[in-house]
């Protein structure tokens, strides 16, 4: 069902203790996640495993082989683009309070972009980001992919005070679900929008905040921080 609204929820004030913003504890957000990852890994593992069943049918001819081939290199680039973004995304990807490069986020990003309807316009300088400013906006840009169902531009920018993605497209799609996550609320919660929640957190530990706004011809995504 789309999502024709024009407003977004405020964010939750920068200075709100974290433990005030939800029910959620360590345990619950750990699990959602896991839930997520293992939503978005289902359907092309599934592929992979119906392309082998396909190749070991001794029945098969070329054309079903030729199917099978496809399903199987199919699922497999979108399970690995998957991998390599919840890695960096959500996991300790290079250990605890370091730097990222932002070029390793783009190129998880743009083999992300390649199973996906959306084109990625990444106009990011080249250097090192704090790794928790990097999640943040892999979650945002990821996110950016999903306000596109058919076809569109997100396109990514480093401001002064962190980063703006500017999503346009024919068909855009903004959740409520997501915009309540991402302002840090994890009342009943729902597994796909634990990333959102998740930036939300990373962002307040550094006194900043996250936004999504629909207006008429696009969607805006912000991701402020006290310092840049």
Known sequence: MEDQSQSALSPAPADMPLDDLSMLTALDLSALLCSRVCHDLINPVGAIGSGLSMLDDTDSDADMR??????????TGKALALLSFARLAYGAAGGY???IKTEDAEEVLVTLFDTTKARLHWQVPVGIADKNRIKVLLILTAAASECVPRGGDVTVTQTQSGYHLTITGARLFLNDDFVRALSGDGNEIKPKYTPAYLASLLAREQGGTVTAQRGDEDIIMEAHFDEA
């Open 66 to 75: 030729e199917m099978a081939d496809n399903l199987v290199r199919e699922g």
């Open 97 to 99: 309070g370091v730097q």
